[in-house]
């Protein structure tokens, strides 16, 4: 079966660094994109970053560009989302989602994703 986990999530000082990381299985992964997804509480879930772990294509939402890195180890078929300067409004459970790389449209679109995992806490206090 299909399964994402995230992990490396975490209680971190402002201006602090975290790395989460995307372990899956159950598809191949090198025809998937993955995407790192953030929701805080009462708030929508919002796209963060994407890669495609075939030709590591990036995109990062403009909240987080310069202070997050997406990278991938695909002979570990894990997506990793390197987290620093964090601020407190990064409080959130964050998810990864994966999709076929052929049919991403919109990389920051939940919906076009097929595949979640069971998100991890990242909590910045100031």
């Known amino acids: 079966e299909v399964q994402l986990v995230e992990s490396g999530g975490g209680l971190v000082q402002a201006g602090g660094s975290l790395r989460l990381s995307c372990a899956a299985s159950?598809?191949?992964?090198?025809?998937?994109?993955i995407g790192w997804f953030r929701q805080a509480p009462g708030k929508e879930r919002e796209g963060v970053s994407c890669?495609?772990?075939?030709?590591?294509?990036?995109y990062y939402a403009d909240s987080v560009k310069g202070r997050f890195t997406i990278s991938s180890d695909n002979a570990k078929n894990t997506v990793y989302l390197q987290m620093n300067s964090l601020k407190p409004e990064d409080t959130a459970v964050y998810y990864c989602?994966?999709?076929?790389?052929?049919?991403?449209?919109?990389?920051?679109?939940?919906?076009?994703?097929?595949?979640w995992g069971q998100g991890t806490q990242v909590t910045v206090s100031s």
């Open positions: 890669i495609s772990s075939s030709d590591s294509s990036t």
């Open positions: 989602a994966a999709v076929n790389s052929l049919l991403l449209r919109l990389w920051s679109r939940a919906h076009e994703y097929d595949y």
């Open positions: 159950g598809f191949t992964f090198d025809d998937y994109a």
